[in-house]
């Protein structure tokens, strides 16, 4: 992965809406969807695949699995994406959201949340995303900022 800022920007974008597009999608063929994620190898290539089980549980199984894999220096980015209930700032109700944890081995991590809807059995993706940089979990040993961030969101269970 190159030093430039440029590119590291470009790879987590692409990683959020290729996340946002695999979570659209199935939800799209099911009706819901798992929580899911895409690693990125050393040469390019994508592993992408899903949780056996849904809700925080299954996040974070494959948040484990990445993590072992990025020690063993098997990925150099990745992307975890899960089905969430926020409620913004200011609001009085909860949301569903599809929560998009991005991260490249450099260090860079980032919390997107896209709010979406259903509309007639489709998903309808609202405009404008919640982006916020936060403490890498998957390559956890090359934060060095322990970078506090402000919440927008609150999570429901």
């Known amino acids: 992965m190159s030093k430039d800022p440029h590119a590291k920007r470009f790879e987590i974008q692409r990683l959020v809406e290729r996340s946002l597009d695999l979570a659209r999608n199935a939800f799209l063929q099911q ?20 949780a056996a089980q849904g809700g925080t549980q299954g996040s974070n199984l494959l948040i484990m699995a990445l993590k072992q894999k990025a020690s063993a220096k098997q990925v150099r980015a990745a992307a975890v994406y899960r089905d969430v209930r926020v409620r913004p ?16 081995a450099s260090g860079e991590s980032y919390n997107v949340f896209q709010v979406y809807r259903t509309d007639e059995e489709k998903l309808v993706l609202e405009e404008g995303r919640e982006v916020e940089r936060v403490p890498p979990v998957i390559f956890a040993e090359s934060d060095r900022r322990g970078a506090g961030t402000k919440r927008w969101w609150e999570f429901w269970k």
């Open 31 to 50: 009706g819901s969807f798992l929580p899911g994620f895409i690693a990125v190898q050393p040469n390019g290539k994508y592993d992408i695949g899903v």
């Open 89 to 104: 700032q200011g609001a009085s109700e909860d949301v569903d959201a599809i929560q998009v944890v991005a991260e490249l």
